[in-house]
């Protein structure tokens, strides 16, 4: 039994609470002349995210953590135009694909580990084709083809 | 005089223990049986080298199922992308982890 609210899954979709800082943390830098500890206010944020920690990871109850990458939405005009350029470590996913209710894309380049408690509702998982993409895309972003 | 036996799977291959391999004269590695031919290969060990070049057919192979993604590593990202991506790099810079 586990003891997290969702047993991630690689491949899945999840609504997470994501922290979040309320401001850009530049921001904060670039406002203050003091030396040391900065303080800034941490909120979290629902918001979609892609699982892509391996099965083992996912599995283990003692392991707290999984590697997850953001899911933004974007306009049905802006996926037309990413496919078209098909940057290496972009993914792409249409409604279709991931039972979000709009066209997404994410950066597998901008990788975040959240603790496996603050994932929740599971949204839906890719198909076998979108999978492998995402395989590939990965070894991609990681520079694992370049040697 | 202690004689040792070598009991021999279906497998083609099979790994030999490295004590019984040094007892027999043997070096350590993997003991290729050919089937009706009465003899015995022994490979070495596999070497770093020997890593470099597995892993050298393991990115060709993954770069042919990019190839099959119409992915290419140069870098096409335009203006028209970055008006795009710009805005959710906005809220990405402001996501962290809680490792």
């Known amino acids: 039994m586990s003891p997290y609210p969702a047993t991630p899954r690689r491949g899945h979709l999840y609504w997470a609470q994501v922290p979040f800082l309320p401001e850009h943390p530049l921001d904060v830098l670039r406002r203050t002349s003091v030396l040391g500890e900065v303080r800034v206010a941490l909120t979290f944020k629902t918001r979609p995210v892609l699982v892509v920690q391996n099965h083992r990871d996912n599995d283990q109850p003692a392991y707290p953590f999984v590697l997850v990458a953001a899911v933004h939405s974007i306009k049905p005009g802006e996926l037309e135009k990413l496919r078209r350029i098909n940057h290496p470590t ?3 996913l249409s409604p279709e694909e991931c039972g979000l209710k709009r066209p997404s894309i994410v950066f597998l380049n901008q990788l975040l580990t959240i603790h496996k408690n603050l994932l929740q509702d599971h949204i839906g998982s890719l198909p076998s084709a979108k999978q492998a993409e995402l395989n590939v895309k990965l070894a991609l972003a990681l520079d694992l083809l370049e040697s | ?28 590695g993997i003991v290729q049986v050919t089937l009706g031919d009465h003899s015995l290969t022994v490979t070495p060990p596999p070497t770093e080298t020997d890593y470099a070049a597995r892993w050298k057919a393991m990115a060709m ?17 335009d203006a ?16 962290i982890g809680s490792a």
């Open chain 1, 90 to 92: 972009d993914f792409l």
């Open chain 2, 61 to 77: 192979t993954l770069r042919e199922q990019a190839a099959q993604f119409n992915v290419t590593l140069e870098d096409r990202r």
């Open chain 2, 80 to 95: 028209s992308y970055w008006e795009i991506v710009n805005p959710l790099f906005e809220e990405a810079d402001r996501m």
């Open chain 2, 1 to 28: 005089m202690i004689g040792y036996t070598l009991r021999l799977s279906d497998e083609p291959v099979v790994a030999l223990p490295t004590d019984l391999a040094r007892q027999a004269g043997l070096q350590e």
